[in-house]
């Protein structure tokens, strides 16, 4: 091991140059006209794997943007196979105009490297590269199998993806996968993710009178959809934030006095602070960190109905419409969960409106991966030994649809290593990853590797 | 009486091209590039009233479009004083490729005149002018004094009306006020339209955080806006379409069993089918007829949070905001049910958001004459001479402001001589008046004028 960390310290200068030009590749996947940047990064993983040393090196096409498949499967048979999952797309770098530097020559000031991407997720699959070659280069081989699984479409919801796992089962079977998309709770404090919430939504409208009709004329004799939508969604939240949609809890794993430990022990923002609203909420029984990380939601996410312009129009509009949605948690079916919703607005849709609703077809369960399982425990004692400090437990309370798909297809632990900040502005202006976690994410997964070689699955 | 009849009946021709000059010019009020051309319209109106022998015409300056003022005070001390109110400015023709002839070159077809304005209010107007002239020319007097206010800014909300009746109170003073800008429930069928409702509203935006957030990491620990909102609206109106403001119907003139009576006759459209609302709804205790007639209303005319494009964005909206109007009857205060509106808000504002208000600084009471007053018996009677058939009686859901600032500052009687049709699409593409109105109202004004002459007020 320690050979590998001596040639990441030797080539520093050289990984950062390759870097920058990893980032210089704008291969923002929803822009067509970026359609070759995004297949020049995917070539860029590809080379870099092929120069590393990887036995096979493949460029899947798929419907949308290529997908790049690697593995070294010479550990041996006694040893774990790891399935690494990252993507190569990058958000659209807009509003261009608030960065401070170009969104696509990556610039290091004040200890940080600003790019779209630099820490989602170029940058993170970039270190895992980085210390693949670094092993083989050195060793002439890695600790255990690795399969290498980087997408160019995670951004646009990953339209491909699930087929792909789903019908090269074989090909992309492993003992456990790893990802490094996700962050710290704070520079410095490693951090181990081990569950995430589930996903559901729908988006349902309230018609009224075919167009927009003069208050004064009709107010009285035609209900106001944009009142009916409000006396419906008021019911199915109380304003202890209980949500009153039936069945909606009856699944939820209750929450065990250990975990409930584990989240009061969990650093957290100020969220008040952090966000500017003027005091925080959280459900009936529960703090609002445990609300956050562990129990189920329900979010009207947009609402609209009528005149939306400046000044008066005296209307009763034609139609009101609301998207929600959940986020959910272990137990919880996200289908059924949607079928829950559909039926309590049927049963309290108000009077003198009609109702269409669009089922959101994405969804995802929520994941969580025992604390204690030894992947997890040997995690926090690779990032313990090169930050320096003790790893927290947190569960988040957003959704990463792969490793739920992860889950339901392989039925494997999913081990979350990330290395961002809660500073890196992530699909926002002027985005960056501390050059730090670069350095000190590398030994990690460098540890990791060996600290999960001799691992029985 | 007769003469002038016979005047009308010979000139017809000639006061169709009249009426076509004055509906050929674009006096759109609100666009800045016609500005000329309302002032061409206002100098129609004021030549119009000169060769027609008043003694006073003017054309008022004002921080916007002209105002037309005339007088003929011949008729002698005995009779009473009118004062005629109308306005010669249009609304935009826009969209102008729905029209099927150019909105400013009259086009009469299938016995209607198309062109903007032909209803709303130059033709009108027009009827009135006409009558006069016809009156002066031929019996060289009119049966009673006349004042004529024409104002060219009744389509961008009348800015300097009030002003101007206020300040110039002697001059504009008059026994009862004639105004000829609505219409009847159906061609040929007069209508006496006793009662205007009142008018007020505010906007209010419920602010959550500063900006948009994540529905994952911040779900559960931040008030959602777009909720707040619906629960605070949801205390507003119950399910019955009972305003739960407090206070709201204190003031409100119960309706007597006569006033029930006559909104049961007076005939009105099916709102289900002219709608297109699967069902018709309405206060409880009342009809659907009474409550848009003679009860008051609070309508959500706008609504809006978060996000409102294709698809699901996941976030916690960082603002909710709702435009509300109310529709005020007799006894009402508008500024006071405001303040009612405001308290009520703030009593109910769901705890985690901040509360900014902004009250609609217009405003109107609601307007209501006695149905047996004379002035009005005799209105009636005039239809049913000149239409061959009885009036009916209706109060409407709108509002008309110069009506109660007239009542307000000059404290007399307002009758509503309106003799369009439903079918005149005010504001719409194809605006147009039956021709057959033309020739009727301008019969019933004649009458009109000679009915009142010996009424003591």
């Known amino acids: 091991m320690q050979e590998v960390i001596e040639y990441l310290e030797k080539n520093k200068e050289k990984h950062i140059e390759e870097l920058k030009k990893f980032l210089h590749i704008p291969s923002v ?10 297949t020049k990064a995917a070539e860029f993983v ?35 196979t790891v399935l690494f999952y ?71 919801g990953s339209a491909n993806l699930y087929d792909i796992l789903h019908q090269q089962q074989e090909k992309f079977s492993a003992d456990f996968a790893v990802i490094s998309d996700s962050g710290m709770v704070a520079k410095d404090q490693p951090t181990i993710l081990y569950g995430l ?14 167009n927009d009709l003069h208050s004064g004329l009709y107010g009285g004799a035609i209900k106001n959809p944009a009142m009916a939508m409000a006396q419906l969604l008021a019911t199915m939240k109380d304003e202890q934030e209980v949500v009153q949609v ?10 065990t006095s250990e975990e409930r430990q584990l989240i009061k022990e969990a650093p957290s923002e100020d969220y008040r602070e952090s966000t500017g609203a003027i005091e925080t909420v959280s459900e009936k029984g529960y703090t609002a960190k445990e609300h956050t990380m562990a129990r189920p939601t329900l979010e009207i996410n947009g609402l609209y109905s009528g005149y939306q312009g400046e000044g008066t129009k005296t209307i009763i509009p034609s139609t009101a419409t609301a998207k929600l949605t959940c986020r959910l948690v272990p137990g919880q079916d996200p289908v059924q969960i949607q079928e829950f919703l559909v039926k309590h607005i049927e049963k309290h849709l108000p009077q003198g409106v009609e109702l269409t609703i669009k089922r959101e077809p994405l969804s995802a369960k929520a994941y969580k991966v025992d604390p204690n399982h030894q992947l997890i425990t040997k995690a926090a004692e690779s990032f313990a030994e090169t930050f320096d400090k003790e790893a927290v437990y947190v569960r988040m309370g957003g959704s990463i649809p792969v490793v739920e798909w992860i889950d339901a297809i392989y039925n494997i632990p999913v081990v979350l290593l990330g290395f961002g900040t809660p500073d890196d502005r992530l699909h926002s202006p002027n985005e960056s990853f501390p050059m730090a ?3 000190k994410g590398m030994k990690t997964i460098v540890h990791y590797w060996e600290a999960v070689k001799n691992t029985k699955l």
């Open 246 to 255: 039936a069945h909606f809890y009856d699944q939820v794993e209750p929450l």
């Open 437 to 439: 976690h670069f350095e």
């Open 86 to 156: 990252g993507h190569y797309d990058v958000q659209p770098p807009d509003p261009l105009d608030q960065w401070k530097s170009d969104p696509f020559q990556a610039e290091i000031r004040d200890e940080r490297i600003y790019a779209r991407g630099a820490s989602d997720d170029k940058g993170q699959v970039f270190m895992h590269l980085v210390v693949l070659k670094a092993f083989l280069q050195t060793t002439g081989s890695l600790p255990i199998n690795v399969k290498v699984c980087i997408e160019g479409e995670e951004e646009i």
């Open 197 to 210: 919430k589930g996903f559901t939504g729908l988006e349902f409208t309230l018609k009224g009178p075919d």
């Open 46 to 80: 590809s080379n870099y794997l092929t120069e590393a040393g990887f036995q096979t090196v493949e460029l899947q096409k798929t419907k949308g943007h290529p997908l790049v498949y690697a593995e070294w499967m010479d550990a041996g048979e006694d040893k774990p």
């Open 29 to 38: 996947s929803t822009d067509s006209s970026h359609k070759e940047d995004v």
